[in-house]
């Protein structure tokens, strides 16, 4: 996928987070968001998963824990939600770790107790795209 389908991509699934919050609101539950958020992306054609099981692998071996993906789209791009007062450094830290471990070049990180669901919104690169 080339960085212009990533941003392409990446539009669409801002769009239908704005038309979640814009629909729900700011302070619910994360797991209202997320259902919310899968059925808009179903709207709109586009594949995504929810709590999508994440490995955990230590240098060569794949161990007993694992993680949750909150939403993977298209296979691609890693959805993690929030509803938190404001998104704090080690948040952005695990988009970042769960794109390394999910060898994901790209993720959103989506706060959605926002007054303005954009400026809730952080774009996590994993290499290069």
Not at 41 to 48: M, S, Y
Not at 99 to 110: N, T
Request: hydrophobic content about 45%; some cysteine.
């Amino acid at each position: 996928m080339n960085e212009k389908k990533y941003n392409k991509l990446t539009s669409e699934i801002i769009g239908a987070a704005i038309e979640v919050h814009k629909e729900m609101g700011p302070g619910l539950l994360e797991s209202v968001y997320e259902e919310c958020l899968l059925y808009e992306l179903e709207l709109r054609g586009i594949k995504a998963e929810s709590q999508v099981m994440l490995p955990l692998k230590y240098k060569d071996k794949v161990l007993s824990k694992h993680f949750f993906i909150d939403i993977l789209v298209e296979n691609k791009i890693i959805v993690e939600l929030k509803v938190t007062e404001e998104i704090l450094p080690v948040h952005e830290v695990q988009l970042v770790t769960y794109l390394k471990l999910a060898d994901k070049k790209l993720g959103l990180l989506i706060n959605f107790h926002e007054a303005v669901l954009t400026h809730g919104i952080r774009r996590k690169i994993n290499g290069e795209i």
